[in-house]
């Protein structure tokens, strides 16, 4: 009886108020597709990055006419002086001529002779700690050049600035895609709490006649907040609907060639749906309240 | 009529206050019926049952201010220190200017505002000591009627009423038994189903004395109630009122319209800036008499047959 009552005067007033309710509903829905966008990005490039962070390598390019001893004396000094290592394999002249010349055989073709050195390539346990690494084997001078710790070590490079732009670029997609986010919710709060406005000023005489007639505070307000639920509700379930169909229809074609949206860790679709859903109706919860509390003086 | 509302009155009692009231209105009741059966006066119509005298003021009092204050923002004075009491049953008018003070005593009966000194007891109950959680509790308690009828319009009549027992929660067989009925004692009965734009002033005026009467509360209040119909239709109001007085409800009327004040003949507050200049609580009561006699009485005439609602 109860809530069949607060639902009548909810969807009443809901017809009553049919522009703003729309215009909330709309922004409800473009806030929930963004969100719905967003979530799974933002896992797939954070799944993405750590992968990245996870293969880096430090290089160790000795001189070209380092001997088999030098090699093995170079690999010790590694393993005792440098802390947080993971694996250190040695990758010979001659493998790596072999590795290039597969990828680049005219190239190698051409320059008919072997010009690159011996390499140990280490793999650091924390990718973080890669510099420390670097600068155990390759100490600076106070001249600001790098001296080595052993003569036949020529070089230690990583590719940590491959990655950092890597970092960087996936940053920057998050933050403007949280900024976006934050700013969609705020004016979904808003037109919410508006719509409620509306709701509450076009029913003033209804709650007139409420407290006269001594209904009770939460009996004047339950139909605001469930018509601001059913609002959000309204736009959550949309935006899902959509999303699941851009699933469907995009992303699940795709998930075979990238192998980033097929990425186990990010979230299932149901538990996504979930959320969102859980974001629309919460949104809209906070929206009544505001204006429950400006303008419903129960 | 009157059996019928003191069964369902009977039947409502939720509320201890109200169920206090109810309790001292039926040991009223009782008394009143033994004095009738003494009495026996001739009724203008045999058919109907005999109706019981008006509600005369009993010994305890319904309402009581003691020395009320109320000043709004701005200094502006609601109430001077306003000490009157209304008995159970007891019809009582509230004249004055507009800003005298009568709708500031209104107000303050159904704690749409807090007073600044002083104390109003209400069946017994200081006001004051009423928690704000409660106090749509106790407004359950109170009809009252507005000279501007506050329907709402896109709702039935049957639904206008309807929505009072609504919106306290009460049970949809409740709603069905109750409203009809009230409609009826109302003389609505034709109109269930027009909306309040399609009826006339008196007949919106009715529509909001029944939602207010719906719960058979102890007390109606009403503001200017014939402030917007013309002296006919005001007449018409006036006697669908006395009929709810004589039921033994406790009844409250601010008005400006003297002249139905005077040919009432029923006791009278008058206020001026804010205090009581006079209170006539007169023995110039009518004798018992029959809502037609006092109609009749209204129109100044002598006993002739008027447009009879029951």
Known sequence: ?298 | MHDRLQGAKGGGATVSLRRELMAVDERQQRRRSAARSVEAPERPRPKKRPAPPPARPSGDALIAFHDVSKLYEGADVGLKEASFSVMRGEWSFLVGPTGSGKSTIMKLLIKEIDLTSGSITVAGKPLADIARHRVPYYRRNIGVVFQDFKLLPGRTVYENVAYALQVTGQRRSEIRAKVPDILRLTGLSTKLHNYPEQLSGGEQQRVSIARAFVNHPPLLLCDEPTGNLDPETSIGIMQLLYRINRTGTTILVATHDNQMVDKMRRRVIQLENGRIVRDEATGLYARDESTKEFAARLRGEGPRGGPDLG
């Open chain 1, 1 to 298: 009886m109860r809530l069949g009552f607060f639902i009548r005067e909810a969807t009443r007033s809901l017809k009553r108020n049919a522009a703003p309710s729309f215009a909330a509903v709309a922004t409800v829905l473009v806030t929930i597709l963004v969100l719905g966008i967003f979530i799974p990005i933002v896992q797939a490039t954070t799944v993405a990055t750590d992968e990245v962070r996870g293969r880096l390598l430090l290089n160790v390019y000795l001189k070209t006419d380092a001997s088999d001893t030098d090699v093995e004396r170079v690999r010790r000094l590694i393993a005792e002086q440098t802390p947080n290592i993971k694996s250190v394999e040695y990758v010979s002249k001659r493998d790596a001529y072999l590795e290039q010349k597969r990828r680049n055989p005219t190239a190698y073709e051409l320059l008919g002779r072997n010009p690159l050195p011996d390499t140990l390539r280490i793999t650091p346990s924390d990718p973080d700690g890669i510099n420390a690494i670097r600068d155990a084997l390759t100490p600076l001078t106070p001249s600001g050049a790098r001296t080595t710790i052993d003569p036949a070590i020529d070089e230690v490079r990583n590719r940590r600035e491959d990655t950092d732009k890597i970092i960087r670029g996936t940053n920057v997609v998050k933050l403007t895609m949280a900024l976006l986010a934050g700013l969609l919710i705020a004016a979904s709060i808003l037109l919410i709490a508006n719509t409620i406005r509306l709701s509450v000023f076009s029913r003033r005489r209804e709650v007139e006649v409420m407290k006269l007639v001594g209904a009770t505070d939460w009996f004047i307000r339950w139909p605001f907040v469930l018509e601001g639920v059913l609002v959000g509700a309204l736009g959550g379930v949309l935006a899902v609907g959509l999303l699941g169909v851009a699933k469907v229809a995009f992303v699940d074609p795709l998930t075979e060639s990238f192998s980033l949206i097929a990425a186990p860790e990010t979230l299932n679709f149901p538990l996504l749906v979930l959320i969102l859903l859980g974001a629309s109706v919460g949104v809209s919860a906070l929206g009544s309240g505001i204006s429950l509390r400006r303008f419903l003086r129960v």
